[in-house]
């Protein structure tokens, strides 16, 4: 296995003992940081783009993904040959701070053993995007030639762009919003609820009872995966078909797919992931709001950024619907930025920006090809290898 | 006090020692139906008004609700001089079987003094208008002059004019649907299994337990209680306001009005509503799809009936959008049905049919007015009485 190849599938790494102040006023000391990386840096260290990762990602957008042994959730998107070539450019991927894939968050341990639990402060977009930046300069990356990313991932592009923009060359925010609505605040909050009712939550410290509120956690995650689908979507796949019967049960089983489709969800995704890290990591995505930072108007955030813009939203998002992005490039037009809009048609609903869209492909390749020509990379970065894609 | 303005106030009744044949093939036996009625039943036993509830709603539509303490949950429509004007109508509403109002359902207790819990049958949306028939049956009313209700009361009115359509004269089905759509169904089971997590919930046996599934109840209640509102509703009421405070408190306190919003819900609704008759309730929903019933064609659900129908829906309703009135509109013209159809432009979201719409009133009252002219009713029932209202 060639070097080459090894970066193409990405490397692990962590950055330890970073120190991080907090929107809070806080300071999160002996701070660890999970990322990988793909792909090489070249030499004039122009060609980086960081991907932000939604509320329950990790820093495995491609390659298999240790924590469920899986594809990375963006595989379709990055790597060689893909949108995001990693042939071309350095990606990297960041573990959130306040996540649980190997960034500090409530689970982490502390110097005595125990876990944060709700002693770990509320973090917010802006510490996330803060913490990404302590990671630049340690690689020594004075700026992104891009920073790309849907839903949550989408706010902290916009929030690199507000308080980074010097650090950012372009910038692609996917099915998401400069403030988080009253509706998905909503959301989350029956989330959270659902959480705190589980007896076995104790408080947060779980751990330390040796208990887990899976069963909170699932309903949590039941409730947000409909919101990420759209009727259309659901209609389609599931109707009202039943599942592994043939009529009715007259009971409270699963008799509709659907049903025992939102059960696998929620019971799979207590695997693998914690929740507290859920709470807090909700919580920063409620605490959102470009505007508010602004003096309430949205068009100041994007004054101290040259970054050209690539918006992108689906025509069945109805938990970051087309209405938001549009607000999104009102704001950047007014702040005079150099900005592009896409709204895709698609019935797949939030997900959509996770999954095979031609289109959304499309556009990023095209959006990053221009951008690519205006920053002067070379249109490879290494040599051809005679892989499928060339 | 004259008999006319108790009858106008609502006569609280029960009707005892029914039997029932349910779509699951049990029998209920020793039957308690709860209901009120409201004006006076003319001679020609023409002029009766059946409302049905909706999922939480219950027997009290207009007048002081005993079990809340407040108006009743169509207070507005309902009454003297009102679009259900009681001065013109005898107005029927029975608290659905599977209920916790007074009918028979779950939490009523059986002949050895425990309660049904989970040995209760499943029941339908057939169920419930079956125990309706009953209590006709019991009035001596050969049928109906009219059958209205939004929601869950929607399904119950379509499934009048399906399985007893030579009762019906007339019916106004308001934002519902001719089946329950995979993404309702979905929201359903999130609710559920947020009641079966309960620890409190003790198999549904919460009532030998001295307990009661608090938390699990409340957290169904406010993921659904999201669906009853419009994004845009939740956004001019709520938007992203702070609740008793100036700034972010960086906790998980409700910093948010929605959060305080939703909480209040859930906390208030446990006090009114049975946690096994939710269960019951939305399974009931769940399984309503009357094409499946008549060969996987809706229209033939409604060869038997001569109603004239009025279906309407709202332009803000995600959760029974107007695709799914146009679908039942068209049924019903396949079908040769008489049938007027209004969709209302509102911001308010599937509750709007429970609101002050005054769009929907004045519809109702031209439908009533018309449906009355063709089966000679008179225009006043009674001897003008001087209210405010003539």
């Not at 101290?304 to 938990?319: E, G, I, K, N, P």
């Amino acid at each position: 296995m060639t070097g080459h190849e090894n970066s193409a599938n990405g490397e692990h790494l962590v950055l330890e003992n970073a120190q991080l102040t907090l929107d809070n006023g806080s300071v999160l000391k002996a701070l660890t940081l999970a990322y990988r990386t793909y792909g090489q840096l070249n030499d004039d260290r122009s060609n980086a783009i960081l991907i932000c990762h939604a509320l329950t990602g990790d820093h495995h957008p491609s390659g298999a993904n240790p924590l469920t042994g899986r594809a990375g959730w963006w595989d379709n998107m990055v790597g060689a040959g893909k949108p995001i070539d990693t042939d071309k450019y350095f990606v990297i991927c960041q573990n959130v701070v306040g996540g649980c894939a190997g960034s500090t968050g409530p689970s982490t341990l502390r110097a005595d053993g125990t876990p944060y639990g709700l002693d770990f402060p509320v973090i917010t977009i802006g510490d996330m995007v803060r913490a990404q930046n302590l990671l630049l300069d340690r690689l020594d990356i004075p700026d992104l030639f891009c920073v790309i990313g849907g839903s949550m991932g989408g706010m902290q592009v916009l929030q690199w762009t507000a308080a980074h923009g010097d650090r950012v060359f372009s910038a692609i925010p996917i099915a998401t919003a400069a403030r988080h609505s009253s509706q998905n605040i909503a959301f989350h909050e029956v989330g959270r609820q659902a959480i705190l009712a589980d007896p076995d939550w104790h408080g947060g410290n779980y751990a330390a009872e040796k208990a887990e509120p899976r069963k909170g956690l699932a309903v949590a995650r039941m409730a947000a995966h409909i919101t990420y689908l759209s009727e259309a979507a659901l209609q389609r796949k599931f109707g009202r078909n039943l599942q592994d019967r043939e009529r009715l049960s007259y009971g409270f089983e699963a008799d509709f797919q659907i049903e025992s489709y939102l059960r696998h969800q929620g019971i799979s995704f207590v695997d693998r992931f914690d929740a507290n890290s859920y709470l807090y990591i909700t919580r920063a995505m409620d605490y959102f709001d470009l505007a508010a930072e602004h003096g309430g108007n949205l068009a100041n955030a994007f004054t101290d950024t040259s970054a050209r813009f690539c918006v992108v939203s689906f025509t069945s998002d109805w938990l970051f619907p087309t209405s938001e992005s549009i607000a999104l490039v009102r704001a950047l037009n007014a702040a005079g930025a150099n900005v592009s809009f896409v709204e895709i048609e698609s019935d797949k609903g939030h997900d959509a920006f996770l999954l095979d869209e031609p289109e959304m492909e499309k556009t990023i390749v095209g959006f990053l090809g221009a951008a690519a020509i205006a920053r002067g990379l070379p249109a490879q970065n290494h040599p051809v290898t005679g892989d499928a894609h060339d």
